[in-house]
Each structure stands twice: as structure tokens, then as C-alpha cells.
């Protein structure tokens, strides 16, 4: 090889190294913004059990594996998903089609989401994702003419 021609294979070099390193600078952000995101906007208040009751002193391996202890209103009742299991199934962009667009029963707070950054939501998306599979798939919503067979929180005023 020519001297020039090494110089700029190793400028090339250097720079793709640079580039790679900063992706997974990047990456490790954006998957430290989504942690921060899920617990400062409070996802773990439904979607991961026993988190009130711990005073939010839960292992990250047991965050948002859904619950049994449903939402009871005048829809029905509704449960929090089990969102682990959820991202593995969907895409990222199909996540963020969802955010645009879904509506939903209290307590999910689409809005709130809707609200975020594209930026933020992707880091949600890509933290969540990347705590893998756990936990099992919540229950199905229960029509408001049906009785739940589980736990429930009754969000109707009295």
C-alpha cells in the first residue's frame, strides 16, 4: 500500500471506530433515558407488581411484567399489560404507531406519551425491549356486564 493510500485507510479506520463507539454511546443513553422515562412517568405503578407496596425498590429484571389487579370502570375492567412480553412481538415503529394513535381506558395515560418527544418514545420502546421476555400475559379486558375473577381497583366515583 501507498503512504497515501494508508493514511487514508487508517483516517477511515479511526473514523468508523469513532462512529461505533459513539453508537453504543448513544445506544447506552438512549436506553438510560428510557429507564429514567418508565420510572418518572410512573409505568411502574401499574405495569410492574408489587411496585407501590415496595416504595419502588423492585430489581429492573422484575419491571413491567403486567398485573392481575385490574382497572374497574365504567368500561369494564381493564388490566396493565404485560409491556416485556408486548415489545418483544411488536416493532419499534408499530410502538410508535400506537402512541400516535391508541386511545385507552384510565389509568394509561396515552396522552402523557402522545406528549413525548419521538426521541423519548423510542427510548422507552428500546429500554423496555431490551429488558427480554418475563413474566406472563395479563387478562383480557372484562366487559362491563361481566364479573372480574381477579383483584380490582374501582375507578368509578361514589
Not at 39 to 57: K, L, S
Not at 143 to 152: A, C, G, L, N
Amino acid at each position: 500500500m501507498k503512504p497515501p493510500v494508508l493514511a487514508a485507510a487508517l483516517v477511515l479506520t479511526a473514523s468508523l471506530a469513532a462512529a461505533a463507539v459513539s453508537s453504543a454511546g448513544d445506544s447506552t443513553s438512549m436506553l438510560e433515558r428510557g429507564k429514567l422515562l418508565v420510572t418518572y412517568g410512573g409505568c411502574n405503578d401499574c405495569h410492574t407488581p408489587g411496585w407501590q407496596e415496595a416504595d419502588g425498590r423492585i430489581a429492573v429484571s422484575h419491571w413491567m411484567t403486567g398485573s392481575s389487579i385490574g382497572f374497574k370502570g365504567r368500561w369494564g375492567v381493564s388490566y396493565p399489560a404485560n409491556v416485556r412480553l408486548l415489545f418483544q412481538e411488536i416493532s419499534e415503529d408499530q410502538w410508535l404507531f400506537s402512541v400516535r394513535t391508541r386511545g385507552g381506558h384510565p389509568p394509561m395515560h396515552w396522552t402523557d406519551l402522545r406528549a413525548l418527544s419521538t426521541d423519548d418514545q423510542r427510548a422507552i420502546y428500546r429500554f423496555i425491549h431490551s429488558l427480554g421476555p418475563a413474566g406472563t400475559v395479563s387478562p383480557a379486558a372484562v366487559p362491563p356486564w361481566e364479573t372480574p375473577k381477579t383483584p380490582v381497583i374501582d375507578t368509578v366515583p361514589h
